[in-house]
């Protein structure tokens, strides 16, 4: 199934999640703690989502970026509507929930 946004709505591809920590030596000491425990959620209700993305088509009456622009956006802004093709997650926002395009030097 493919899809056509309209109007001011936007198709982005989300970039993968980083994860990152600053101080390492927290994590080792942590992971050395004879204490610690882990607790599961019964249920994943999370997902980590990137609030990096590129354009990948665009409504009609979209003016504040263009396809292949990679962008900043509000990712918890709304209820996220999601689009899959071909194994890939696709996020569909409107386009007041861009906070910046990302210039490359």
Known sequence: ???????????IKPDDMEY??????TVLK????????IILPD????EKISP?????????????CKVGDRVY???FADEPWWYFEDGVKYRVICEH????????D
């Open 73 to 75: 956006f509000d990712r």
């Open 43 to 46: 249920r994943n209700t999370l």
């Open 20 to 25: 990152q920590c600053d101080d390492s030596t």
């Open 30 to 37: 942590t992971l050395k703690d004879p204490n610690r425990k």
């Open 1 to 11: 199934m493919k899809i056509k946004v309209l109007h001011k709505y936007i198709l």
């Open 52 to 64: 990096f993305g590129t354009v990948v088509q665009q409504g009609s009456k979209v003016t504040q």
């Open 97 to 104: 929930y861009l906070r910046a395009i990302v210039e490359e």
